[in-house]
C-alpha cells in the first residue's frame, strides 16, 4: 500500500477524532490555483528578464527574452528565398517576353542562314570533285558541316516554338509549391523568432523564475512558472465513505488558519479513480481506505486573497 495516498484518509479520521465530527464529513487539504509551467521554444540563451517573482502580470505581457540572433538570420534567409520564388512564379505565369521570342526568331534566321551557307560550300566542293580539281575527303567534310547546320536550325526551330507557346503548366505548378514552401518556412521561422519573447498566456502572478539571465535552457525547459488569475480553490482527498454523497456543485465550507469564520465554497470536481486501488476485490475494511482527489472552489470573493499551498480543513455541512 502506498503510504503517500493513504495519509490523507488517516489524516481525516484523527481530525474528526479530535473535534467530535463525523469523520465523513471533514476532509483536509490545501489552497492551490491554476499553475502555468512558460517553456523556452529553444535553446538559446536568456538575454533580459523583465519580471521578478511575485509581480503581477497580464495576459500578453513579455516575461523572458532569448537571445534571436540566429532565429533573425534564418528568416531574412527565409525571406529572400521567398522573393526568389515568387519571381520565378510571377515569370513562369505570365510566359516568356516578346525579347526573348524576337532572340529566338534571329537565332533561328542566323541557322538558317549558316544553313544555307554551308550548303552552298558543299554543292560547290561536290562540282570542283566532278571535274577532279579538289579531293572527295574536303567534300565529306563540308557534308558533315552542312548537316550540323541543318541540326543547329532544327534545334532553333524548336526552342522558338517553345517560346511561341508559352510556359507549360507542370512548370507553372512546380514554380507555385516552390513559392508555397518558402511562404510556408517564412511564417515557420516567424513563429520561432516571436516565441524568443515568452509571454504570459493569462493575467496572473509570477511564481518562479528557475533561470538566471546568460544561462541556456534546454528547448522545453521551464523558464516561468506563473500563478493564474482566478478562483482559489481547495485540493482535497475525499474518503471512499463519503464519496458517493459528494458530488459536482455539492456545497461545502472552508476553515483556514487565522480565519475565525470559513469560507462558502463548491465542489468543482471529483476524480473517478480513487488513490489507493486493490488488485481486485474489496472487503469493507479495505474500502474505508480509498480516497478520491477532489477540488473545491472557494466561492467569496475574499477567497482569492487567499496564499496558496496553506492547509485547510473542509466540511459538507449538508451531509450532515
Known sequence: MRHDTFLPGLLCLLLAACDGTPSAQ??????????IELAAD?????????????????????????????????????RAEEATARAALEEAEKGPRSQAIAQGRARLEAARSARATARFELDRQASLVERNFSSKSQLDILRGRYEEAQAREQEAQAALDELAE?????????ARNQYAAAVATVKNLSIT???????????????????????????????????AEGPT???VHIPETLRTRVTTGTGAQVHVDGYPEPF?????????????????????????????????DLTMPAGAVLPVGVPLEVAFPDLQ
Request: charge should be negative; glycine fraction near 6%; hydrophobic fraction near 45%.
Open 26 to 35: 471533514v476532509v483536509l487539504g490545501t489552497l492551490e490555483r491554476d499553475r
Open 42 to 78: 529553444s535553446a538559446e540563451p536568456i538575454q533580459t528578464i523583465l519580471v521578478r517573482e511575485g509581480q503581477p502580470v497580464v495576459a500578453g505581457d513579455v516575461l523572458i527574452i532569448q537571445n534571436a540572433e540566429r532565429a533573425e538570420a534564418a528568416l531574412l534567409r527565409a
Open 166 to 174: 508559352g510556359t507549360r503548366n507542370e512548370r507553372i505548378d512546380q
Open 193 to 227: 523568432l516571436d516565441r524568443a519573447s515568452i509571454r504570459a498566456p493569462v493575467d496572473g502572478v509570477i511564481e518562479a523564475l528557475p533561470m538566471e539571465i546568460g544561462e541556456r535552457p534546454l528547448a522545453g525547459a521551464t523558464v516561468v512558472a506563473m500563478l
Open 233 to 235: 480553490y481547495a485540493r
Open 264 to 296: 462558502a465554497a463548491t465542489v468543482r470536481w471529483v476524480s473517478l479513480d480513487a488513490s489507493f486501488t486493490p488488485y481486485f476485490a474489496l472487503h469493507q475494511h479495505d474500502r474505508t481506505r480509498l480516497s478520491y482527489l477532489a477540488e473545491i
